[in-house]
């Protein structure tokens, strides 16, 4: 796939340039060479049984649910690759939850990214946003060697460039965390807890959803696009990774 050979692929070549033009690691230089998006869930379908109970509103929604493909785990192991080659750790990995397209989620001034770690992230963020953070964080040092999770909230105005800022240095390296798998489960769960409060819709249950239906049509006790929970045609409408 892009993510597994591609990416990490073109991480080694900005390495290797880097060395043949006598530029070291890219001393000098601000922000990650390399900037992968990603997606909230894709540890989420290795979590032990007791884990996935413990946080089954994020362990249960229909992605990791039913994981079309093996996606998630592939991301995963794309995330871990990238971590592993030259370029690191002058890296960032960006997770955000379910995008959204014009009309269908608050972007722009009316919308404030939630940033968090651990992969217990749940909720809706718009693809515009997505990119915006992205060109952010081209420059910013205080991304570099980190993997984080992201959503929005609508009503609220995002931060400034300084707000921002602020918000990713607060973020913990890679190798402090292990890629978040370390971070002990009580201070996990007290993250998790917050981030459910947050979820969009009135009954708030990420875990109650099925592949293709909204919290608004769950909220109206309407069917989703792809039919009812458990007989979901996922693989019908989820792009199959290229073999690799």
Known sequence: TIDYVGLTGLADAIEENSLKNGDGNGAGLSGPKVIMLSSAGVTRPSWSDSKKERFSGCADIPIVRLNPFNILNIKASSEEKLRQCSVAPSYTIIRPTGLKDDNDWYNGKDARPVFSQGDVAVGRIHRKDVASLIVSCLNSDACCGKTFE???????????????????????LDSDINGGRDIDENVLEATYLAMQQLLPGEKQDAAALAMGQTYEELDEGKVGRLGVKGEEQAESVAPRPSPF
């Open 150 to 172: 992201v959503f929005s909230i609508g009503g609220y105005q995002p931060p400034s460039a300084d707000g921002l800022e602020k918000v990713l240095q607060s973020l913990r």
